[in-house]
Nanobody
Framework: QVHLVESGGGLVQPEGSLRLSCVASGADISRYAMGWYRQAPGKERELVATIARQHDSTNYADFVKGRFTISRDRIGNTLYLEMNSLKPEDTALYYC?????????WGQGTQVTVSS
């Protein structure tokens, strides 16, 4: 069982930056593909970025390319999402997940609000 806890969200002005963290316990995240998703009010959850289990290859949704960076610290068992040039439309609840085969685990989410 993987337990994921996100943090780092908050209120930020447009063009600002935030770094989200997702601390994993109960398993070594090196064994899992991981990702960040977000869900805005009234909208479906959408993929933001993923990082592969091996070689840490990354993939991004078009709407965050060039602004967001996903990374993982295998020693600290933590997944990160560096978010720059934030826009009001980035406002959402951000979740991390961990996947291995048919197993998928989610955190509880951290709120990001971009507003002046």
């Amino acid at each position: 069982q993987v337990h994921l806890v996100e943090s780092g969200g908050g209120l930020v002005q447009p063009e600002g930056s935030l770094r989200l963290s997702c601390v994993a316990s109960g398993a070594d995240i090196s064994r899992y593909a991981m990702g960040w998703y977000r869900q805005a009010p009234g909208k479906e959850r959408e993929l933001v970025a993923t990082i592969a289990r091996q070689h840490d290859s990354t993939n991004y949704a078009d709407f965050v390319k060039g602004r967001f960076t996903i990374s993982r610290d295998r020693i600290g068992n933590t997944l990160y999402l560096e978010m720059n040039s934030l826009k009001p439309e980035d406002t959402a609840l951000y979740y991390c997940d961990a996947r291995l085969g048919i197993q998928q685990y989610w955190g509880q989410g951290t709120q990001v609000t971009v507003s002046s």
